[in-house]
């Protein structure tokens, strides 16, 4: 007798699926998060130019992850190819 195979989904996504988008949501919020508290501090970017670069660079980072993660929710190709393109620059 054959058995018939069951893959545990939620919502017709797959368990994997919504494991990567529930961590990529999470990692993406908290770079959101400290990219604004980073660019919207009382720092003085003159004298750290640098600082400047990286506060830019969490908020964006973490407005791509939230975005490209709503695309793979979305079932979107273009959400897995920036999370693999993300995730090689990073």
């Known amino acids: 007798m054959k058995k018939s195979k069951t893959e545990v989904s ?10 990567l988008v529930v961590v990529q949501a999470i990692v993406g ?4 998060f400290f990219g604004l508290a980073l660019v ?10 640098t600082m400047m670069t990286y506060s830019v660079y969490t908020l964006v980072y973490g407005f791509l992850t939230i975005l490209f993660t ?10 897995w ?3 693999v393109a993300i995730a090689l620059f990073v």
């Open 10 to 19: 939620f919502k017709q996504r797959y368990l994997g699926v919504v494991f």
């Open 29 to 32: 919020i908290i770079h959101l």
């Open 40 to 49: 919207s501090g009382n720092f003085s970017f003159n004298a750290y130019p």
């Open 70 to 79: 709503y695309w793979i929710w979305k079932q979107k190709q273009k959400g």
């Open 81 to 83: 190819i920036g999370t």
